[in-house]
């Protein structure tokens, strides 16, 4: 299992960008030297948006990525509990992190149009809401920009379903203000599995030992996406759990790491 030192180990530093003026309003850029355009991976943290986790724990992630030739983003956003996080703050603050990167492309060698989205969890759930489009009045504004490609490491990809299972202590009613029979419009807003298809090629990696997300919900949102005409892989690694699919050291990490594409 992976979940420890992934958490509490320092990683290698990254260079802090700020994109608000609040203390969570931040990323976190790595890349290899050199000065040339890098392809370029944005990486969404998870913890159930819960203030108790931040970025650091998916440093070694982008490290590794950075060695690997990639520019990495590691957002921090507002959680739970903050002042500002949950609805609306941890969604829009996606959304600002996102629009604050071109301005950011020249100075720190981030080729935007070779990118892709990439999120663990909760930070799963963020990158796909990311990308999804939404003309429902009052919808939350979504970033001005496209990846290539999202990939959603065991995302929470369900928001109605996660209130169903209760998941993480009913973690929904906190982030969204209510249960989805409470708050149908803020459900439909910030739920991928509600706002189908996405339009981007996505790629789900979900291990079968997971006990935090149940693996269940992706393989109903895999085939949902199909069925809205999406161009989503699903990717069940035996044996991994819920920490396996963030550590550079598991097995699975090479999954990851294809999932992720070529130039």
Not at 165 to 188: D, F, I, K, N
Not at 197 to 210: A, E, W
Not at 227 to 241: H, N, S, T
Request: hydrophobic share 40%; with cysteine; proline share 8%.
């Amino acid at each position: 299992m992976s979940e420890n030192w992934v958490l509490t180990t320092p990683a290698p530093p990254g260079t802090r960008e700020a994109y608000g003026p609040a203390p969570s309003q931040h990323v976190w850029i790595r890349r290899p030297p050199g000065s040339e355009r890098l392809r370029t991976l944005v990486m969404i943290h998870g913890g159930f948006w819960r203030a108790a986790y931040d970025a650091a724990h998916v440093g070694h992630l982008c490290a590794d990525l950075a060695r690997r030739g990639w520019a990495t983003v590691a957002l921090e956003y507002r959680r739970i509990r903050e002042e500002g996080g949950a609805w609306p703050g941890t969604l829009t603050d996606v959304t600002a992190a996102l629009d604050a990167l071109p301005p950011l492309a020249t100075k720190h060698g981030l080729d935007l149009a070779r990118s892709a989205w990439m999120g663990h969890s909760a930070g799963g759930h963020l990158a796909l809401w990311g990308v999804t489009r939404s003309s429902a009045p009052g919808a939350l504004k979504r970033p001005s920009w496209r990846p290539r490609r999202v990939v959603g490491l065991a995302p929470v990809s369900d928001l109605v379903e996660a209130d169903r299972l209760e998941l993480s202590r009913h973690v929904t009613l906190e982030l969204l203000g209510g249960s989805a029979r409470q708050q149908p419009a803020r459900y439909a807003d910030a739920s991928p599995a509600d706002r189908l298809p996405l339009g981007v090629p996505m790629v789900v990696i979900h291990g079968t030992k997971d006990n935090i997300v149940p693996l269940a919900m992706n393989r109903s949102f895999a085939e949902r996406a199909r069925k809205a005409g999406d161009d989503i892989r699903l990717v069940m690694p035996e044996d991994a759990d819920h920490f396996d699919v963030i550590d550079p050291k598991s097995k699975v990490w090479a999954q990851v790491v294809d999932a992720l594409g070529g130039p």
